[in-house]
């Protein structure tokens, strides 16, 4: 199982980002996917989740009309559209896939929100 994920970088308040997660090694459309972030001395936190059909699973309060979690499963990539961004949505973003009960991880990508 690989997970890739890219698109991060540094955007100014209110702007815009779109995070893609390239996925390799499992039957991509079975499974369920999952956003998670990570700020500085803060846990690990569940941003968005995704059906392996394309449906979405649920938000966090924290980015809910602001997100949106996509799929392409003839891509086998997962996508996280963030609008309106605000400096507190800095952190690593984590792409993340469950398998048989163990999780796999990418490398993360940094989103840097700030003037």
């Known amino acids: 199982v690989q997970l890739v994920e890219s698109g991060g970088g540094l955007v100014q308040p209110g702007g815009s980002l779109r995070l893609s997660c390239a996925a390799s090694?499992?039957?991509?459309?079975?499974?369920?996917m999952r956003w998670y972030r990570q700020a500085p001395g803060k846990e690990r936190e569940l941003v968005a989740a995704i059906t392996g059909a394309g449906g979405v699973l649920n938000y966090a309060d924290s980015v809910k009309g602001r997100f949106t979690i996509s799929r392409d499963n003839a891509k086998n990539a997962v996508y996280l559209q963030m609008n309106s961004l605000k400096p507190e949505d800095t952190a690593v973003y984590y792409c993340?896939?469950?398998?048989?009960?163990?999780?796999?991880w990418g490398q993360g990508t940094q989103v840097t929100v700030s003037s």
């Open positions: 090694g499992f039957t991509f459309s079975s499974y369920r």
């Open positions: 993340n896939a469950r398998l048989n009960f163990l999780d796999y």
